[in-house]
Structures are given as C-alpha cells and as structure tokens.
C-alpha cells in the first residue's frame, strides 16, 4: 500500500519533484530481505551487523533503496550501482556522500535512520534527508549548545524544548548531507532554525516533515527558493 500525502500549497516545484519514502523495516519479511538484490559491499556490511534487528533493518532500507532506484532508473535493483563524491574540500575520494551511478546525471538521493524507521529521498537535483528519536528534554538542552546562537535560542525559549530541537536538528542534519559534509561541518556555522526561514543558507529549500510521535525528520533539497514538504509515499505495512 502507498499512500501519498500532499505537499503544502506552496511548495517548490523541484522540492514536489522530489519523492520521500517511509519505511518501518520491522514490517519486512519475504522479498523485501531478499539479499540477492544487494551489492557486495552491502552482503559484507550487512554480515559485519551483529544484531539481527539492525541487519533486518539495514537489509530492508538498502532492498527497497535498490527498487525505488532501479524503477527511477530503468534497471533491475539488483544491477543499480553506487559511488562517493569527494568530500568538499579535498579531503579524499571516497570520503564524500554516496551518489547513484546514473549516467544522465539527474538522480540523486539520501538515506537516514531513525529508531525503527527509515527514510528515503530522490530527487532530479542534491538533496538530504533525516529522521531522527526526539531526544529527553535535559539531552536537547544539553546539545543545542553546539547549534548556532539562534537556533539554541529557539530551543531554550520553546515550551517543548526536545521536539524543537528534533525539528533543528534534522534540518541541520538534511542540510549537511545535501552538501555532502555530513557532520564535518561545524554545527554552529548555519542557520537552520524554524523562526526566520529566510536566513537559511541560499539555494537550498528546507522543510520539516510530519512523521510519528516520538520521531522527527526534515528534507533538504537543492533550489533557489524556500519551499515546504514533499509528498511522503509510505511503503507497505508502515505507519501512518
């Protein structure tokens, strides 16, 4: 079962491109472990995992990753190919994000985890996404230290201080991956706050995304323009 969910009515026309998927691999069984459809690589991470529900969980993402790919693509799962940019700045080949070998170039996406979810971005244009746990309160205090000046004062002025730095924080997180430094960049060197959304670095549309309670994620996606959430396509068997 899929079910979209629409976007906001002003959204972006590259960010209403972009599709997100979200994935409970607990649900999985069948087809959706086959571990035919992975890469060498992946068969030897996934034998590395010592808990069966982290390897259930990496199988399922990468399986259905391999099949969203491969109908974008035009091939079976099992042949999509993938590689690593370069970290911006130089710091080494294989150090970058992970990108879709697609010969047209117009394919990208990005993979996060979260609890017990997982989800999925792709687009025709960079992009990152992230789900993550809300954090207990004193912990989200604690970590918005490390956030840029007014981000932290968001969190502290907010009655629900943990849920608003989910909603950051993730916005920081999609945002790092889209550019490809993931946490490599400093935390406190972007603005990526909820209250002033015109401050958030140019070229890029951010966008929090309503999953389910206890869970936070966000959607960053190359563009000129601000835009809010894609549509989220849920796979099947998963929540909401």
Known sequence: MIRPVAAGPFADAAVKEAELWLLEPHTASGPDLDPTLLGEEERRTLRRIGDPGTGVRYAAAHIWLRRL????LGVPAADVRFAREPRPGGSGPQEGRPVVLD???RTHFSLSY???SV???IAARP???DIEPVPEAARARALARVLHPAEAAEIAADHDAALTFARIWTRKEAYLKGIGTGLGRALDADYLGLRDRTASPRGWALANVEVARGL???VAVR???QA???PIRCLPGVWP
């Open 119 to 121: 989800l999925i971005g």
């Open 103 to 105: 010969p047209a170039g």
């Open 228 to 230: 809010s959430v894609p």
């Open 69 to 72: 790919l491969g109908e974008r």
């Open 216 to 218: 936070a994620a966000a």
């Open 127 to 129: 992009l990152g996404v």
């Open 114 to 116: 979260g609890g017990d």
């Open 223 to 225: 563009t000129e323009r």
